[in-house]
């Protein structure tokens, strides 16, 4: 025979307030443990509530816990088992530890974009794509400056020979190769 108490009882059995257990009823944590009576009052079935409880709360959003640094204490109460009925073993904790991981996980990530977006608009960071571009066009153009050099030199120096106005652009093209390279 299935047990219905009211509301109330069940969250003085939970040890929360009436108000929490409306919210999970109406935020359909609670599904097939409560049921709406036609005066338009809760009842809830214990044994399922306490399982879809378990199931569908994540214990880390706890509130009005009266220390900030006590980590979350479970009073979850067993569920009810009938007399010599073995008890049954339920994977809750893995799962409420799963979804908190899972949504620490996605807060962190959530904020690390939000601290990334500020950055950018403050200027501290800039376009990757953006910096090599510039360095792609100040390098060009310094190549083509240091390129000009032994016809600037031979305008400068009308005595020089062609032969060493070659020897230079040749030394300027190996210095300019060996730093492409990345060799000394």
């Not at 219905?4 to 040890?15: E, I, K, P």
């Not at 009842?43 to 640094?69: F, G, I, Q, Y």
């Not at 360095?135 to 400056?145: C, N, R």
């Amino acid at each position: 025979m299935t047990v219905w108490v009211n509301l109330s009882a069940f969250a003085r059995m939970r040890g929360i307030s009436s108000q929490a257990v409306k919210l999970a009823i109406e935020s359909g944590r609670l599904k097939n443990g409560a049921r709406k009576k036609e005066n338009g009052k809760y009842e809830v079935n214990p044994e399922v509530a306490n399982l879809e409880w378990s199931m569908n709360t994540n214990h880390s959003m706890r509130r009005n816990v009266k220390d900030p640094t006590q980590k979350y204490i479970d009073t979850t109460p067993e569920p009810y088992v009938k007399p010599g009925v073995d008890r049954v073993q339920t994977k809750t904790s893995d799962a409420q530890e799963s979804i908190a991981e899972s949504r620490a996980m996605f807060e962190r990530y959530k904020a690390l974009l939000a601290k990334q977006e500020y950055e950018e608009n403050a200027g501290k960071l800039v376009d990757a794509e953006a910096v090599k571009a510039e360095w792609f066009k100040l390098i060009t153009e310094a190549k083509t400056k240091l390129l000009a050099l032994p016809s600037k030199i031979k305008a400068v120096l009308p005595h020089l020979k062609i032969s060493e106005v070659a020897a230079i652009e040749r030394v300027l093209r190996e210095t300019l190769e060996s730093l492409s390279d990345g060799t000394d």
